[in-house]
Structure formats: structure tokens, C-alpha cells
């Protein structure tokens, strides 16, 4: 009946948009900084989240507003220490996760990742963390791979040297093979070599769902109407040749002690065989993207005229010192961790539920169910007493003792607390020995097809990637510079 009398449905939809402007002006969110315009909608942050763009539109909020902005009728940014300490260490775990993480379930079970109460992950974290204790990582049967894998990746590049080589493609395949040993070793890959191996990258690194999974976490119901069309512009989430490759390993018994496999195959933990397979795939794809991307973000920032005197301070270090362990070179860990702050793998917030009761964040009172979060991009740039001149790459800051403590704690590029990365220094030491490797050979230098517009990063959900998905360099022997620079 509301429906054929246009004057009852017009006064009934002018009382639902009063109730809804009344309980916005009355939130107790309107005295936090931020725009307006976010006091009563979101739609500007989800137009900057189908744009890829959600990042820098966040961190330019904080740039206008400070450490702490209200972002959208629910949720608020923090770039803080404060906020960081509170919202992800707080009782050691922090605050829940919210929904946004059930886009990153795998055959349809929750992983490490994607738990979202602090007691589900630490069950699971206690199966899972020892392979990734630093302790495991550093075993010889371990660090030979990744070591393995360095080589391979310097002879493939050392095939194109005098031309431009691809090192999106090849230090994604690195990222891949280094991460699929750490898992299931003797079943991973060896997409540096074998180009069937490289289609599994690749149908995993180009991933074009975007848009697609942004619906389906805001709108399932809509989703599930429109989702047929939909996929035919923005395609959801497929990988059937990764999923052969898990599927395939985690029903092989007999994975070397080290791996990841070994452990969950353990029948303490009472795991099926799609739990694990869940669980590797999950990682898998973590382990490609991020040390794949912060990689080549890092090694084409150093390419660049003004960064080869990091280049070269670098390779004095590494040609001086060629005995030492990869971990015990300080202008190398200086590089990765500068490289980290300005270029973090993942760069964008990661969501989390204010608990009963709400919570003081920052002098700010935010009450229970609201979305609070940080972003590595900001909490890296915006406290400028802690990081001078946040957009000049400079190693060097991370070699002075004034402010180190103060830069550790604001460091955000793993997260923080007991759901930060697990697999943290797994990717260390495969960042730093493949630096490693290629420094004390080669000089680097951007290719002349490549522009600034094409290492623009562009936000993938829980990851970032050059825009244009490539990054070509110029691989120069270091016998043979002068014929090249």
C-alpha cells in the first residue's frame, strides 16, 4: 500500500533521511577531525578503493588532518604510535578483525589470516608460527634454497645483460619459488626455469579481481544478483593451476622437516588435507606478492640516477665483506628497511573492531564496533620528528642512534603485535640475499621504455603493485660499466 501513496512513501523516506542525518550530527565521531563529507557517507573512500587508489587518499587525509581522521561514518585512520600500540598490540593481539577478511578465505575455510578473533588465530598460530621462527629460517637445508634460488635468478638476468630485463616478472618468480620451498619442499616450483611454472605466477600476480571482491564484501546480496555481469568486467578471484600445485603437494607425504607442510602433516594437529592445502595456498600467494612487489619497488628506486651512491656504498659493503652472513651487514639491512618504509609490501589499512565498551585512541573516545585502522604508507610518513623528509629514500636514517627506538616502534610495514606478519623473516632473508647476490655483480639502471607513471603503486586489496605491472632494468656487469653507463 506505501508503495501507490506517493505522499505517505515521500514523507516516509524525508523521516528516514532526518533520523539518518541526526544520528550522524550526533556521533560520537563528529568531533574527530576529517572531511565532512565523511561524517555522513563512505562513498568517497569506496570510489577511491575501486580506483585502486584507496592508499594515498587516506594518507592524504592524514597530510590535511593529522594523526587521527575520521574516514567515514564508522571508521577512523590512525598514523600514530599511539594508535598502532593500542589498536594491534593491545592484549598482545589487539582488536578483532573485521569482515573485510572474509574476501581471503581459501576453499571455503579460514586461515591463519583470515581468522577474525584474536582466540582462533592463536590456535592456529601455534601450529604454524615455529616454521616461521627466525630459528627455522636460518637452518642450512632452508637458507639453501633461498640461495638456490638467488642463482638461478641471477644466471635468468644475466641472459639479458647489454638489454632490459623484466624483474616484475623474475623477481615475482623468485618470490614464488622461494616461498613454495619454504612450504612444501621437494613439491614447490621452479618458475624461474620452467615457464609452466611461471603461468601459476602469473595467473596468481595478475589477479584483475578488484573491483569484483570490493562488491562482494559491501554488497553480497547484490553480488550474488549481479555477479555474472559483473565478471565480465572485473573477473573474480580464479587460480586453478595454484590450486593443482597445493592440492597436488599437500597430498604427498614426506616434505622435508623444515617446511611448513611437515608440521601441519603432524597428527597432533588434527588436520585435514583441505585445511593444509587452504593454509598453503593462502601463504603462497602472501609470499609472492609482497616480497615480489617490495622488491621491485626497492630495486628500481635504487636504480635511479639519484640513488646509485646507495648502489655503490652498497656494493662496498657486499664486495668487502664477502663472508659475512647476509643478516650481519648493517648498510644492507639499512637498504631493506628503508625500502620497507617507503615502499611497504602492504601498504594499506588494515581494518579492526573497536571491542565492548569502546576504547580512548589518541585522546579520542571511539566506541565499540567501529572500524579503527593503520597504514603502513602513513604511519611511515606523517610523524616527520621520527622520519625527517618521509619522501627522500635515505638508508642512512636507520644508521643513526638519535630516534632509533622511536623508528622501530613506528615501523609498520609486518604490522605489529600478535598478528603481525608471520612470515617476516622468511622475507628478509630472501630480500637481502638476492640483493646480496645481484649487488656484488651488477650495476642496475632503469631501462629507457620505462616511465614514473609505470612504478605508480596501485592498491590490490591487501597488496600493491607498480601500475603498470613491469619493471624493466638494465642489468650491467660491474667488469663492464663503462661500455653501458
Not at 106 to 135: C, I, P, Q, W
Not at 230 to 243: G, Y
Not at 286 to 307: H, K
Not at 427 to 455: G, H, Q, W
Request: proline share 6%; hydrophobic share 35%.
Amino acid at each position: 500500500m506505501l508503495l501507490l501513496n506517493p505522499p505517505l512513501l515521500a514523507a516516509a523516506c524525508f523521516i528516514i533521511a532526518i533520523l539518518y542525518v541526526y544520528r550522524c550530527v550526533t556521533s560520537p565521531l563528529r568531533s574527530l577531525p576529517g572531511p565532512r563529507t565523511s561524517l555522513f557517507s563512505s562513498w568517497v573512500l569506496k570510489y577511491r578503493e575501486f580506483r585502486a587508489d584507496r592508499t594515498r587518499y587516506v594518507h592524504h587525509l592524514h597530510q590535511r588532518y593529522g594523526l587521527v581522521v575520521r574516514i567515514a561514518p564508522n571508521e577512523v585512520s590512525f598514523a600514530s604510535l599511539e594508535g598502532v600500540k593500542e589498536i594491534y598490540g593491545s592484549g598482545g593481539s589487539g582488536y578483532d578483525k573485521t569482515e573485510f577478511y572474509n574476501l581471503f578465505t581459501v576453499y571455503g575455510r579460514r586461515t591463519m589470516f583470515s581468522t577474525l578473533n584474536k582466540e582462533d588465530h592463536a590456535r592456529r598460530k601455534r601450529v604454524l608460527a615455529d616454521r616461521y621462527a627466525n630459528s627455522n629460517i636460518l637452518k642450512s637445508n632452508s637458507l639453501d634454497g633461498i640461495r638456490e634460488r638467488s642463482r638461478r635468478f641471477v644466471e635468468r638476468c644475466s641472459r639479458h645483460v647489454g638489454g632490459g630485463v623484466d624483474l616484475f616478472i623474475c623477481l615475482h618468480d623468485y618470490a614464488f619459488d622461494c616461498v613454495t620451498h619454504h612450504l612444501f619442499h621437494p613439491y614447490g616450483s621452479d618458475s624461474l626455469r620452467d615457464p609452466k611454472d611461471e603461468e601459476i605466477m602469473k595467473q596468481v600476480t595478475f589477479d584483475d579481481s578488484l573491483q569484483n571482491r570490493l562488491v562482494q564484501y559491501y554488497n553480497p546480496t547484490l553480488h550474488g544478483i549481479i555477479g555474472s555481469v559483473l565478471s565480465l568486467f572485473s573477473k573474480p578471484r580464479q587460480t586453478p593451476l595454484a590450486d593443482d600445485l597445493v592440492i597436488s603437494a599437500t597430498a604427498k607425504t614426506g616434505p622435508a622437516q623444515f617446511t611448513l607442510l611437515s608440521r601441519m602433516q603432524d597428527k597432533n594437529y588434527n588436520m585435514t588435507q583441505i585445511d593444509m592445502a587452504a593454509e598453503c595456498l593462502d601463504h603462497m600467494a602472501a609470499g609472492i606478492d609482497t616480497t615480489g612487489d617490495a622488491l621491485c619497488f626497492l630495486m628500481w628506486q635504487i636504480s635511479q640516477p639519484g640513488s646509485l651512491h646507495v648502489q655503490e656504498r652498497l656494493r662496498e659493503e657486499l664486495l668487502t665483506n664477502p663472508e659475512s652472513s647476509f643478516d650481519k651487514l648493517p648498510y644492507l639491512d639499512a637498504v631493506v628497511s628503508e625500502g620497507l618504509r617507503c615502499f611497504p609490501a602492504i601498504p594499506m589499512s588494515l581494518p579492526r573492531y573497536v571491542p565492548p565498551g569502546g576504547r580512548t585512541i589518541d585522546g579520542y573516545f571511539i566506541p565499540e564496533g567501529t572500524i579503527v585502522s593503520c597504514q603502513a604508507y602513513s604511519a611511515h610518513r606523517i610523524d616527520e620528528a621520527v622520519f625527517p623528509q618521509p619522501d627522500t629514500f635515505n638508508p642512512d636514517r636507520w644508521l643513526q642512534e638519535a630516534g632509533e627506538l622511536d623508528r622501530k616502534r613506528l615501523f609498520f610495514a609486518f604490522a605489529s603485535g600478535g598478528r603481525g606478519c608471520v612470515g617476516k623473516h622468511l622475507a628478509l632473508a630472501e630480500m637481502k640475499i638476492l640483493l646480496r647476490d645481484v649487488y656484488s655483480r651488477f650495476v642496475t639502471v632503469p631501462d629507457s621504455s620505462m616511465t614514473a607513471e609505470d612504478m605508480e603503486m596501485s592498491d590490490q586489496l591487501i597488496s600493491s603493485q607498480p601500475r603498470g605491472t613491469k619493471c624493466l632494468l638494465r642489468l650491467v656487469p660491474l667488469d663492464g660499466r663503462e661500455r653501458y653507463l
